[in-house]
């Protein structure tokens, strides 16, 4: 963390950046965003594994932006969304300096989006074993015990849309689930509310989402509707290839390749 730190306080000093966005101490020990504009608070920076928040939401945030160029703390998890959001043209490479930081606190310096690109090829996005066998109980179910899962996983929904502002990919300045001529989602936390708002969120991260967990770690009810995506991912991977975001191919929906597989056409 010591490179970091002194990375962040030569930007701020030389006036390169106008902001750190990084992780601090939040309360109950838990860390939480730190958006650091004076040398003097550099100190305040922490990195542990409990910094789990996608640091990358905030580069889209129209709040943030008014604050000048910032310079983001990265681990894997927000260089995987700083690429996503680049492929998207939401975020310039001039507009923004990477401090990647390794899980041992390593700071790790990027010229370019490409260079990202480059160290994540040594981090293929991949499912771990628990999750694997988790989002396998769940295919090997029938449709009806699918709808009963999900029915029951969902039920302690109340639509506070922490996750969506958790994640990095959520970025519209207005959601369909605030629109209400016409209305497209019902606004009530009931189960048909809570399975068309479900829905409607995993399918628009189809080929988009970066496996972060996110939108899981901010949920206040511990909702596993990071499996949803999950589930997108693995069919991603297996039967495309799909291994994480990149420049030229980082959504898989709207990027064609005359060899991909048509089977799933019934
Ligand atoms: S849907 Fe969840 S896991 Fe996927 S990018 Fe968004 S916050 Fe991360
Ligand atoms: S954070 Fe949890 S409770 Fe809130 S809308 Fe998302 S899934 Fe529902």
């Given at each position: 963390m010591?490179?970091?730190?002194?990375?962040?306080?030569e930007?701020?000093?030389?006036?390169a950046?106008?902001v750190?966005?990084?992780y601090?101490?939040?309360?109950g020990?838990?860390?939480?965003?730190?958006?650091?504009?004076n040398?003097?608070?550099?100190?305040?920076?922490?990195f542990?594994?409990?910094?789990?928040?996608?640091?990358?939401?905030?580069l889209?945030k129209?709040?943030?932006?008014?604050?000048?160029?910032p310079?983001?703390?990265?681990?894997v998890?927000?260089?995987r969304a700083i690429?996503?959001?680049?492929f998207e043209?939401?975020i310039q490479e001039?507009?923004?300096?990477?401090?990647?930081?390794?899980?041992d606190?390593?700071?790790?310096?990027?010229q370019?989006f490409?260079?990202?690109?480059s160290?994540?090829e040594d981090f293929?996005?991949e499912?771990d074993?628990?999750?694997k066998e988790t989002l396998?109980?769940?295919?090997g179910?029938?449709l009806?015990?699918?709808?009963?899962y999900w029915?029951?996983?969902?039920?302690?929904c109340?639509k506070?849309?922490a996750c969506?502002a958790?994640?990095?990919?959520c970025?519209?300045h207005?959601?369909?689930?605030?629109q209400?001529?016409p209305?497209?989602?019902?606004?009530a936390?009931h189960q048909?509310?809570?399975?068309?708002w479900h829905?409607?969120?995993?399918m628009?991260?189809a080929?988009?989402c970066?496996?972060?967990?996110?939108?899981?770690?901010a949920c206040?009810?511990?909702?596993?509707?990071n499996?949803?995506?999950k589930l997108m991912?693995a069919?991603?991977?297996?039967q495309?290839?799909?291994?994480?975001?990149?420049l030229?191919?980082g959504n898989?929906?709207?990027t064609?390749?005359?060899n991909d597989?048509e089977?799933?056409i019934k």
């Amino acid at each position: 963390m010591v490179d970091v730190k002194k990375k962040a306080a030569e930007l701020l000093s030389s006036e390169a950046v106008k902001v750190i966005i990084g992780y601090t101490e939040g309360t109950g020990g838990k860390p939480r965003a730190a958006f650091i504009q004076n040398v003097a608070d550099v100190e305040k920076l922490i990195f542990n594994s409990q910094c789990v928040m996608n640091l990358a939401v905030y580069l889209t945030k129209a709040e943030i932006k008014k604050l000048g160029k910032p310079a983001i703390v990265a681990p894997v998890n927000v260089l995987r969304a700083i690429i996503q959001l680049a492929f998207e043209v939401q975020i310039q490479e001039s507009d923004i300096v990477v401090l990647g930081i390794t899980p041992d606190e390593k700071l790790v310096e990027f010229q370019s989006f490409a260079a990202i690109e480059s160290y994540l090829e040594d981090f293929k996005m991949e499912l771990d074993a628990k999750e694997k066998e988790t989002l396998a109980k769940i295919s090997g179910m029938s449709l009806e015990e699918r709808w009963a899962y999900w029915t029951e996983e969902l039920s302690e929904c109340f639509k506070c849309y922490a996750c969506r502002a958790a994640c990095p990919m959520c970025y519209c300045h207005k959601c369909a689930v605030e629109q209400n001529k016409p209305q497209w989602i019902p606004v009530a936390a009931h189960q048909l509310g809570n399975m068309e708002w479900h829905i409607m969120r995993a399918m628009h991260l189809a080929g988009r989402c970066v496996n972060c967990d996110a939108c899981h770690n901010a949920c206040p009810k511990g909702i596993n509707l990071n499996f949803l995506t999950k589930l997108m991912l693995a069919d991603a991977q297996e039967q495309l290839g799909y291994t994480g975001p990149t420049l030229k191919e980082g959504n898989l929906l709207s990027t064609y390749n005359p060899n991909d597989q048509e089977n799933f056409i019934k």
